[in-house]
Each structure stands twice: as structure tokens, then as C-alpha cells.
């Protein structure tokens, strides 16, 4: 059988690795001139592979039609790429929250290794591969028309079986503009709504004056909460890491609360309400009490010095003045002039630094995309389309998106494997 991989990313590569084990000729078309370009930005470029959690688990990580992947999921698990990785001599670790990782920290090792696969299963990649039309007879599969970057020139090739894995809409620059969904609709499949999903948070009015003029500062080891101030009801809650931006707050606390914000009622007029707020705690590792005794030794310490000064132990530079701002001290006031009222608020202000948000930045710069091709419309055993008979998706294309923790890459293996079986 002759199959044709468009795209190639992880779900592609994956596609036609197993494609190619089931004694087909392959041929992957790529319109970048190498593959893997968005594996290797994930995770900070370190790649975060997969999840260590059963893959019952999984599914409750995928907010999105979670248990269309039951089948998947089963065919191919987070130990079956952590056996391949290893048998292509990378090495594994684990981190905090259940997350994988190579040793190396190096997502190109993840790379070479797919890389090393393809060329083992003899797995023909065209680069510079622009598919502009898949060409079907009858509702069935006969092959592609794309355009050769190289030469300008139209080609055609004949397939028995296609399958789809362009990617969704997010990190353009990595080739994932959306094309899937082109040939999708014109082949009869809906698209859900697209938009982008773990995607950094914007502030607005003085809240976002505060974020830039803290901009580039990273908080660890902070809690966060995200609040429907209208309802006083808590829609996410994290510890982690966030980081402040000319725009307003990312990191990858961050970016796990925005798949939860963008699935809570009337999100989006909350905030153009400003109801929707961040609130961090600065110190969570201290209640209000063991951080009162804190303040005042530090107060004690420095009592001639101005209140900036006398913080300068306790939190990081860049956000001492935001605090005492939000603190509503005056900036330049001494030490031994804070009242009692006054380093009460502060402790407050601590444990509860809040910032407005205001909206999502785009969806170009979101880590992931929600939305698809319905999942009603595709064989959750196979992959393949309901609607045109040789035509099979997988990867980002299809209507499922999750939390961060490698679930995503995890749902681009297994998609990919199941679609490249000789079903």
C-alpha cells in the first residue's frame, strides 16, 4: 500500500514510522525544509515528552473530548516512546509534576531519535513539500497535487491512504498554519471553533503598568489562583512558576490556567469586566502569621532604612515597589513609621498579589490549539475519516487539546501510531 504523511511534526513522523513497520511504501511531505520544528521549541527546548501518570490519567488531563483517545491511548502508550527513546539511546528522566524529560535536557535528541526511525523504515521525506490538494474519486483517497518549493513546479502522487497531521494554528513560523483544516472542510469535515489553548494572559489599566515595569522578572515556587471576582468563585488553582511580560503574565502556571479560563462561562465578558483576576502568593510557603514574624524581624533589621529597603530580603527587587504600591504605603516612608494597619495590608498584599486579566494573546503564540476536525467524524479505533474512505488524521488537527505536562506530545504519538496501523 502506498501512503502519503502530510506534516512533520511529531504526529506525522509518528504516522509514518509505523506506517512504513507495517510493510508500506511511505512517503511524508513536509513544506519546511526539516521536520520536527515545533518538538523542538517545546518545553523551553527541552522537550517535555510525556507524563508518567497511568493513561487512565491522561484522559482526565484532556479536557476536550478526553475519551476519544481511549483507543489510542491504549495502542500506544507513554512507555511505548520512552522504550523507542531508549532504544535510540535517549535516556529519561522525571520531574515535578509527573513530567518527562530526555537526560540531556535536549529536545533535538528527541528529534535525532524519530529522525534515526524514519530513516531505519525507510521512510521517503520530500522537504519543501507545499500539499495544495488531496484528490479523491468517489469519497475515497487517490493521492496529492503539491507544489515543489524548489523548483515551483505542481506534482502529483498516487495513494492508496492519507493521513493528515499538519498541525493546528499555533507557532506559525514552525509550519503549522492551519492547511489541515483547508483540505478538511473542502473534503466535507467540520471544524470546530479554533482558538489558541495554553496560551499566555493579558492585563490591562494599571495592573499591566505593573507587569511591564516588572517585566522579564520570574517568580518559582509561588501560588497562584485564578478568580471569578463576580461570583468569588476560584476557576484555577497552581503552584509553579510565572513569569511578568510587556503585555502581562506567562509561564507555565500561567499557561495550564488559560485552558481552564477559556472553558469557564462568560470568560470573555468577565473580562472585559475586569473580573477576572490573578492572585499570587509571594510567600506560600508561610502562612500570615509566620510571615508577620518574618516582616518584623526584617523591620527590626533595617528600621532606619525606607520600606524598599527593608524588603529587599524578603521578595525579589523588581516587585518591592509594586507590593508597597498595592500595599497603599507611601514608597519612601521609614521603616519606623509603618503602622501596625499598614504592615497588616503588606502581609496581605504578599500573600495576595492580584493583577487584572484582560484577555489571551494570540492564538499564534499559544502552545497548542483547541479545536479541529469533530471527532464525531473520525474512527476513534483507526483514525480514519468517516467521511472519506483512505483519508486519517492525527495529532493537533483533531478536535482534542490538553493541560500542559506532555499529555499534548503524548496525544501526537498515539494518534499517530493508531492512524499509521494497516487498519
Known amino acids: 500500500m502506498k501512503v502519503i504523511v502530510i506534516g512533520g511534526g511529531p504526529a506525522g513522523m509518528m504516522s509514518a514510522i509505523t506506517s512504513a513497520k507495517e510493510k508500506n511504501e511511505v512517503i511524508l511531505l513536509e513544506k519546511m525544509n526539516s521536520c520536527g520544528r515545533k518538538l523542538l521549541i517545546t518545553g523551553k527546548g527541552r522537550c517535555n515528552i510525556t507524563s508518567s501518570l497511568p493513561m487512565d490519567k491522561f484522559i482526565e488531563n484532556i479536557p476536550e473530548n478526553g475519551k476519544f483517545l481511549y483507543s489510542a491511548f491504549k495502542n500506544y502508550t507513554n512507555q511505548d516512546i520512552i522504550e523507542m527513546l531508549k532504544e535510540n539511546n535517549v535516556e529519561v528522566k522525571e520531574e515535578r509534576g509527573n513530567r518527562i524529560f530526555p537526560t540531556s535536557d535536549k529536545s533535538m535528541d528527541v528529534l535525532k531519535a524519530f529522525e534515526k526511525e524514519l530513516k531505519k523504515n525507510n521512510v521517503k521525506i520530500y522537504y519543501d513539500a507545499e500539499v495544495k490538494e488531496i484528490i479523491c474519486k468517489e469519497n475515497k483517497v487517490e493521492g496529492v497535487i503539491y507544489i515543489n518549493k524548489n523548483t515551483g513546479k505542481l506534482e502529483k502522487i498516487k495513494a492508496d491512504k492519507i493521513i493528515i497531521a499538519t498541525g493546528g494554528k ?4 514552525t509550519g503549522s498554519t492551519g492547511d489541515g483544516y483547508i483540505f478538511a472542510r473542502k473534503l466535507g469535515h467540520t471544524i470546530t471553533k479554533i482558538s489558541g489553548s495554553l496560551v499566555p494572559l493579558l492585563s490591562s489599566g494599571n495592573d499591566l503598568k505593573i507587569c511591564q515595569d516588572m517585566q522579564g522578572l520570574s517568580l518559582r515556587n509561588i501560588g497562584m489562583n485564578i478568580i471569578d471576582k463576580e461570583k468569588n468563585k476560584k476557576i484555577y488553582e497552581d503552584f509553579g512558576e510565572l513569569l511578568f511580560t ?178
Open 170 to 173: 499555533s507557532y506559525p513560523n
Open 246 to 423: 510587556h503585555f502581562g503574565v506567562s509561564g507555565p502556571t500561567i499557561l495550564s490556567s488559560s485552558a481552564h479560563i477559556l472553558r469557564y462561562k462568560n470568560a470573555e465578558q468577565l473580562m472585559e469586566e475586569d473580573k477576572i483576576k490573578l492572585q499570587i502568593d509571594l510567600k506560600p510557603a508561610l502562612n500570615k502569621e509566620k510571615l508577620n514574624l518574618r516582616v518584623l524581624r526584617d523591620f527590626e533589621k533595617f528600621k532606619n532604612k525606607q520600606i524598599d529597603n527593608a524588603l529587599i530580603d524578603l521578595l525579589p527587587k523588581k516587585i518591592i515597589e509594586p507590593v508597597i504600591r498595592k500595599s497603599n504605603i507611601e514608597l519612601y516612608k521609614k521603616v519606623n513609621e509603618v503602622t501596625k494597619k499598614e504592615r497588616e495590608n503588606l502581609i496581605d498584599t504578599i500573600k495576595c498579589f492580584e493583577i487584572i486579566i484582560s484577555g489571551f494573546r494570540p492564538i499564534e503564540e499559544a502552545i497548542i490549539t483547541r479545536g479541529g476536525i469533530n471527532t464525531k467524524e473520525i474512527n476513534p479505533k483507526t483514525m480514519e475519516s468517516k467521511i472519506i474512505k483512505g483519508l486519517y488524521f492525527a495529532g493537533e488537527i483533531i478536535d482534542v487539546d490538553a493541560y500542559t505536562g506532555g499529555f499534548n506530545l503524548q496525544i501526537a504519538y498515539s494518534t499517530g501510531y493508531t492512524a499509521g496501523l494497516n487498519n
